[in-house]
């Protein structure tokens, strides 16, 4: 029997899209219309995997949410999350010049045509000490190495349309 998955995300905008691009896939994804730091719907525990790539930076209350996420895990299970480093937050694009201090949890607010984003800002120890606080075992932190060619934040973050 293959995967079962479920995808939470609070934006039915992004939800639409993950529907079209599970449907193109001819993928069956179950997709709900939630914010991750109440996932009662969701049963304890029932996943083995729960996978996050780049929104927790967004979430106000992250140890709420990290409790969620390791109430629906089951024992053994794997919670893996993707971030951008503290340290891109505190810097000048492309620069090293340090632009804000590094313990400054101000929440960072960016005004784009598609809306307003709020990051709310954490160090490395504010993630680990969050995890831990939710009972994770917190068994690497990567740190990719910088691509090799000049990037901008569009070329990371673009998603490719199919078609």
């Given amino acids: 029997m293959g995967a079962?998955?479920?995808?939470?995300?609070?934006?039915?905008?992004?939800l639409?899209?993950?529907?079209a691009f599970a449907r193109s896939k001819k993928a069956a994804v179950?997709?709900?219309?939630?914010d991750a730091q109440d996932l009662s719907m969701l049963d304890d525990p029932s996943f083995d995997v729960a996978f996050s790539?780049?929104?927790?930076?967004?979430?106000?209350?992250?140890?709420?949410t990290f409790r969620e996420v390791a109430r629906v895990l089951r024992a053994g299970g794997v919670f893996a999350f993707s971030w951008m480093s503290p340290?891109?937050?505190?810097?000048?694009?492309?620069?090293?010049?340090?632009?804000?201090?590094?313990?400054?949890?101000t929440?960072?607010?960016?005004?784009?045509?598609?809306?307003?984003?709020?990051?709310?800002?954490?160090?490395?120890g504010d993630w680990h000490r969050a995890l831990t606080d939710?009972?994770?075992?917190v068994t690497d932190i990567v740190e990719p190495e910088p691509l090799p060619q000049e990037s901008t934040y569009s070329?990371?973050?673009?998603?490719?349309?199919?078609?």
């Fill in 53 to 64: 790539t780049y929104p927790l930076g967004f979430v106000e209350d992250i140890q709420s």
């Fill in 30 to 34: 179950r997709l709900l219309e939630v």
């Fill in 16 to 19: 639409d899209h993950a529907r």
């Fill in 107 to 124: 929440p960072i607010v960016s005004r784009e045509p598609s809306g307003t984003a709020v990051d709310f800002y954490r160090t490395y």
């Fill in 155 to 163: 070329d990371v973050f673009r998603c490719p349309r199919s078609g």
């Fill in 134 to 137: 939710a009972a994770f075992v």
């Fill in 4 to 14: 079962r998955v479920t995808a939470v995300d609070f934006s039915k905008a992004q």
């Fill in 87 to 105: 340290l891109y937050a505190i810097t000048e694009e492309r620069g090293l010049l340090v632009k804000r201090s590094y313990f400054d949890r």
